[in-house]
């Protein structure tokens, strides 16, 4: 079984591939391994969700995170009379990131905007559980689909999305979906030949203080591997031998991993947890 050269396009969301060691001229498939390029992950998907006030039961902040948007009675809404209403997300642990996307529900003219949508001020928040808050992006109108990039990734117990101006009293806007990734910003990710240029890793996650693996083919074995936080501080550099295990990171976090080899390079993240 020979892996074909397989093109990537400049933007991918979120990619798993199954990579393939090579031995013995031959390659075998690596089971139970993820390569994510991009860091595309929905980190508030699913996650515990609450609110300063709900329009009723049926339109509960958990409708925000449920992965659901494009269900107009599947939202989050607050009471009239909630004059700035927010949502918060607790991920449960501290995680990293640097965007967030927000899905807003589209009233009619008379309750909104031209357009249908209500939203003309906002703010996200984070916070490490103790209702320290600090804003992480500030905008005006959400629309349909907003994509909010933060200036810098942030480390962070909870977000809180804080709907702070709109045009008609009473009619607050809706949430369909409050999503929150960490994206990768290098972009110019290029064409991998498989079989010239690749690595794999495990295991992914792991824990804060134990040994992780990369491993690659044997004509790469001095190609450098660096490893960085989201904000791109270097906390690891080596060369590759065919196969290098023991390397360690102690604190948790999600970490970038690049691989350099004449010129091209190859990226995936490791999660320490």
Not at 7 to 25: H, Q, R, T
Not at 106 to 132: C, E, M, P
Request: glycine fraction near 8%.
């Amino acid at each position: 079984m020979n892996p074909t050269e397989t093109g990537l396009p400049d933007y991918v969301e979120n990619l798993s591939i199954l990579a393939f060691l090579k031995k013995n001229s031959e390659y075998i498939a690596a089971s139970a391994l993820q390569v994510v390029y991009g860091g595309y992950e929905n980190l508030a998907l699913g996650k515990t969700a609450t609110a300063s006030s709900m329009y009723s039961s049926n339109y509960g902040p958990e409708k925000a995170v449920d992965g659901i948007n494009s269900v107009t009675t599947n939202r989050w809404a607050s009471s009239t009379n909630d004059a700035k209403p927010y949502m918060i997300v607790d991920f449960g642990e501290a995680v990293t990131f640097n965007k967030a996307i927000i899905y807003e529900y589209k009233g009619s003219v008379s309750t909104g905007l031209a357009d249908g949508y209500r939203s003309t001020g906002f703010t996200i928040w984070y916070d490490q559980g103790d209702d320290n808050w600090i804003a992480a992006y500030t905008g005006a109108q959400i629309g349909a689909k907003g994509e909010f990039m933060f200036s810098k990734p942030e480390t962070a117990k909870r977000v809180k999305l804080e709907l702070t101006d709109y045009p008609v009293t009473g009619y607050q806007p809706s949430i369909l979906e409050f999503e929150i990734y960490l994206v990768s910003t290098d972009l110019n990710i290029p064409v991998i030949n498989m079989e010239k240029n690749f690595f794999i890793l495990y295991p992914n996650p792991v824990k804060a203080g134990q040994p992780f693996t990369v491993e690659t083919d044997d004509k790469f074995s001095d190609a450098p591997v660096s490893v960085y936080t989201v904000g791109g501080v270097k906390v690891l550099e080596w060369k590759m031998n065919d196969i290098f295990a023991g390397q360690v990171i102690k604190q948790k976090g999600v970490y970038i991993i690049k691989v350099a080899e004449n010129g091209k390079k190859q990226i995936g993240r490791i999660v320490v947890n």
